[in-house]
């Protein structure tokens, strides 16, 4: 999916351990995204990694992302993941 988003929140970059990553180690966040239509758009949360994590915005940012969205299963539930493939802010 690849939309216009209003920023919401993001959290802290943090190392997290990862196999595939070079030194075992990537950096994660989240992103709290709001679709542009309104008060009561829908809302995402969304993992940045890697070099897109240590990228800061704030709330009322508005950006352009493109987004993966996965479904895997574990202990017989289902679980969706929301990766940010690429982000990028709109200059106001």
Do not use: W
């Amino acid at each position: 999916m690849k939309r216009f988003f209003r920023v919401v929140s993001q959290t802290e970059p943090v190392a997290v351990q990862s196999q595939k990553a070079e030194g075992g180690q990537v950096m994660k966040c989240h992103i709290v995204l709001q679709e542009i239509n309104g008060r009561y758009a829908d809302t995402i949360v969304a993992t940045m990694l890697g070099k897109d994590a240590m990228l800061q915005f704030y709330a009322g940012d508005l950006v352009f992302a493109s987004l993966r969205f996965t479904v895997r299963e574990y202990n017989g539930q289902n679980y969706q993941d929301i990766v940010v493939c690429d982000i990028v802010k709109i200059n106001k």
